[in-house]
């Protein structure tokens, strides 16, 4: 399996947004749409800090 768990970093710390995301779009508004294999969307505003694809995760931060 591919998917990768969303992570919103923020804090320090790194809270998790949705689980095995299988598509990442990028939105028009400095955003993305997540699309999980479940189904399951969320809408992350921010940017793209790090995608680990061995490690499964994808870690989002906002802008400044």
Known sequence: MCEANAY???NG???MVLESVDV???EEQSGF???SI???QKTIKGRL???NLVNHK???E???
């Open 8 to 10: 919103f970093y923020k």
């Open 13 to 15: 710390k790194e809270e």
């Open 24 to 26: 990442v779009e990028p």
């Open 33 to 35: 749409r997540l699309v």
């Open 38 to 40: 479940y189904g399951d």
């Open 49 to 51: 800090k790090i995608m």
């Open 58 to 60: 994808i870690v989002f």
């Open 62 to 64: 906002a802008i400044e």
